[in-house]
């Protein structure tokens, strides 16, 4: 069981920049592949941003098109942490922001074991 705990999220006008982070319980966070996705309301929850378990030269990295060269997403495996740098917000980026732990940095919510409760994000034009 693994128990994720999402914040950093508020209140932003466009253009401006927020940092979330995930906080997990997993002694064996490293071993984990980390994700973000997002859910806007009347959407479906959407992937955001993945980062791959700790490796042995390098991490890899998937966004989704929409976010590209805006957001990176990174990761603390000593500290147990997650992070998603936003930049260049757009009202568009308003959403419930998870984090999600799996075996891959996949792009599909089924691949995803673990999330959590979800921080808000709210971008004003």
């Known amino acids: 069981q693994v128990q994720l705990v999402e914040s950093g999220g508020g209140l932003v006008q466009a253009g401006g920049s927020l940092r979330l982070s995930c906080a997990a319980s997993?002694?064996?966070?490293?071993?984990?592949?980390m994700a973000w996705f997002r859910q806007a309301p009347g959407k479906e929850r959407e992937f955001v941003a993945a980062i791959s378990r700790r490796p042995l030269v390098g991490y890899s990295t998937n966004y989704a098109d929409s976010v590209k060269g805006r957001f990176t997403i990174s990761r603390d495996d000593a500290k147990n942490m997650m992070y998603l740098q936003m930049s260049s917000l757009k009202p568009e980026d308003t959403a419930v922001y998870y984090c999600a732990t799996g075996n891959r940095p996949a792009t599909i919510n089924d691949e995803y074991d673990f999330w959590g409760q979800g921080t808000q994000v709210t971008v004003s034009s």
């Open positions: 997993a002694r064996t966070f490293s071993s984990y592949a």
